[in-house]
C-alpha cells in the first residue's frame, strides 16, 4: 500500500505542475527563455529584430508616402474629368430637349 500512496503522491505533484505551466502567459514563458538562451544569441535575436522592424518601418513608410501620391495625383486628374463629364452630359441633354420642343412647334 505504501508504494500506492507514493505513486498518487507523484502524480498528484505531476498535475499541480501542470496546472502551474496552464497558468503561465506567453510573456511569463519567453521571459524564462533568458535562462536557457545564451547572451551572445540572445543578441544576435535582438539586433536582427531591430533589423527587421527598422526595415518593416522604411517599407511601410515608403508605401504610405507612394499611396498619398498616387491619391492626390488621381484626384487632381479625375475630378477635373468627371466634372468636364458632367458638364458635357448636361450640355447634350439640352440640345436633346431643345430638338424635342422645335420638333412639337413645328
Do not use: C
Not at 488621381?74 to 441633354?93: F, H, K, T
Amino acid at each position: 500500500m505504501k508504494v500506492t500512496e507514493v505513486e498518487n503522491d507523484q502524480e498528484y505533484e505531476d498535475i499541480d505542475e501542470l496546472d502551474n505551466i496552464e497558468d503561465e502567459t506567453i510573456l511569463e514563458r519567453i521571459a524564462a527563455l533568458v535562462d536557457v538562451i545564451p547572451p551572445t544569441t540572445r543578441a544576435r535575436i535582438y539586433a536582427s529584430t531591430q533589423d527587421t522592424l527598422s526595415v518593416a518601418k522604411g517599407v511601410v513608410g515608403g508605401l504610405g508616402t507612394g499611396l498619398w501620391i498616387l491619391v492626390t495625383v488621381s484626384l487632381q486628374v479625375v475630378v477635373p474629368v468627371v466634372l468636364e463629364l458632367e458638364r458635357e452630359q448636361q450640355a447634350i441633354q439640352q440640345e436633346h430637349q431643345r430638338t424635342q420642343a422645335q420638333q412639337v412647334v413645328a
